[in-house]
């Protein structure tokens, strides 16, 4: 009897700590939307529900967890980053989302942007160059429920014409142009965010709408980025 008590309890003790531990990171994330974004100027509705909602720190490494919520990009290896909290929900409010929209994103990474947008969109096909993160963010999207996001491997310079058009496009990876078959690939009235500029440099943030006759851009803000890159097997001759 005693026994089966001290095991109970054991169990009684697990479970009151993982409750602990998922309303600290709900906390967090509250904290972070009120003092990272929303003291920002970020004031969509569906934007700030999605910051929220989903969960950034199941999208980083276990040795990153713990800055999980912090006001900065984090590593998720293979040189890659996760953006900083700010610059996901600016970005995201920048594209002007509806329940309705189709959504391109070039540079799945952890799968943490593609998590947002979905949360907005009605679907959003991602496309990663690097294997191991675009197999490992399609495995964590999956397990974690986002059933209207589709991964990718890929260059995602070329796009993806056969879910073309796409109402948004959103490149989380600093080109030093914008791709030709992204702004064929962006429908008429559509809204893409790309930084743009030099290698190893400060990029500007360019919001491009593609109207009828003409497409307009616009700087929005500087920012870094890791680098846009292509597959050079494939670009070859």
């Known amino acids: 009897m005693e026994k089966r008590v001290t095991i109970f309890l054991f169990f009684l003790i697990l479970n009151v700590f993982s409750v602990k531990g998922q309303v600290s990171y709900l906390e967090q994330r509250k904290v972070m939307v009120k003092s990272q974004i929303q003291a920002r100027g970020i004031n969509h509705p569906a934007t700030l529900s999605a910051m929220l909602n989903v969960p950034r720190h199941e999208f980083v490494p276990k040795d990153q967890k713990v800055f999980a919520y912090s006001d900065r990009p984090l590593p998720i290896g293979q040189g890659q980053t996760i953006s900083q909290p700010y610059i996901v929900a600016f970005m995201t409010q920048t594209l002007r989302l509806k329940r309705s929209h189709r959504v391109l994103e070039i540079g799945t990474g952890s799968g ?13 096909y991602t496309i990663e160059i690097v294997e191991e993160l675009a197999l490992s963010s399609k495995n964590l999207l999956q397990k974690l429920g986002y059933k209207n996001v589709v991964v990718r491997w890929g260059d995602g310079y070329n796009g993806w014409p056969e879910k073309a058009p796409f ?22 009235g559509g809204r893409m965010i790309i930084p743009v500029g030099p290698h190893n440099a400060i990029r500007q943030l360019i919001l491009v709408e593609k109207k009828k006759n ?24």
């Open 167 to 188: 109402d948004a496009i959103m490149v989380t990876a600093g080109a030093e142009s914008i791709p030709q078959p992204l702004l064929d690939q962006l429908k008429l």
């Open 214 to 237: 003409k497409i307009i851009k616009k700087n929005v803000m500087p920012v870094r980025f890791v680098p846009f890159t292509r597959d050079e097997k494939k670009n070859k001759g």
């Open 112 to 124: 943490y942007q593609a998590a947002v947008l979905s949360k907005i969109a009605d679907s959003v």
